[in-house]
């Protein structure tokens, strides 16, 4: 409702834009967002695709445009979204300024959209998710303003867990593709494609650990059992957290350049974008931080402690 009603004040105020979409995208769309989550909006053009080079994409993140909106907002409510129109208005003329010199590929679009599916195909990820991005605000360990991972590449280490328990699968495998034909799209030369038909990512999945125990796994045990995989079993120093391959050990050399390997700290690899390296923006004492923080909450939690004691708040510098 909120993104069909900015695409009509963008469309009507604004002659270039006038065949424009606005996308949701981000935490609340890939049903990851926490309570105080903000909706954001993305503007596209009508037509262009993630490998269009004429697509311009501008994210409609500011808190002056989108912030009174929440997802527990009413949306059929006339008055707040007659609110919405007037700021709306009221920020258009910046925002086609902005425009002139802002061109991205649709990366966060398409990023969210396949955890969108991952948090879809098990309720025990969307739940997970959310948990452990609670815990790691709680205890101000994540943002990349301060040198912390962002909450996007916290959401990345639990789905590739979940996919080493069995829970969840590898929705860029190209068996499962095939099997729902899904055709291949290419991004900086990798098939990008994954799949986003749940009854047939169930089926294979279903097929692919038949004689696991996944479905018995409790959030319970799969919240400690993340906690204790990353604290105790994962290899950070060689390894890579790759959801697109979580079926394979990915050594750091295979992917990136061995001049540009951090050794010292955990590497994740955006799994639409796999080139990059989301942990790049951790800085040495915030990646200390970080472990010390999934070794104290696996600690607490073998102990008994209650999760609300894991995440009691620190004072440590922390994202918003």
Known sequence: MIAQHIEGVLREKV???????????????????????????CLVPNGAGLTDSRQTEYPLTDSDVISWHKPTAPADNLK?????????????????????????QGIGVRNSQLLRVYSSFDDRARVLGIAVKR??????????????LSSYSIVLLTIYYLQLVDVLPNL???RLLEYARVPMEYYTGVNIAFCTDLKVARDFHQRATAGSNSSGLSLTALLVGFFSFYAKQFDCT?????????????????????AHIQ???????????????????????????????????????????????????????GES
């Open 172 to 174: 860029h495998d190209r």
């Open 80 to 104: 707040q979204l007659e609110e919405m129109r007037q700021r709306v208005c009221s920020r258009i003329q910046m925002v086609n300024e902005d425009m002139q010199n802002t061109t991205y």
């Open 135 to 148: 815990w790691a605000k709680r205890r101000s360990i994540t943002g990349p303003v301060n040198g912390f």
């Open 263 to 317: 050794a010292w700290r955990i590497s994740i690899q955006d799994p639409i974008q796999a080139s990059r390296d989301l942990g790049a923006v951790l800085k040495f004492e915030q990646n200390r931080i970080t472990m010390s923080e999934l070794s104290r909450a696996h600690t607490m939690l073998t102990q008994g402690r209650s999760f609300d004691e894991v995440c009691a708040a620190t004072q440590v510098f």
């Open 15 to 41: 002659v270039k834009w006038k065949h424009c979409s606005v996308v949701l995208f981000g935490s609340s769309f890939m049903r990851y967002g926490l309570v105080d989550s903000d909706v954001d909006l």
């Open 238 to 258: 060689n390894r890579v957290v790759a959801v697109r391959s979580p079926d394979m050990p990915t050594p750091k050399r295979v992917l990136w350049n061995p």
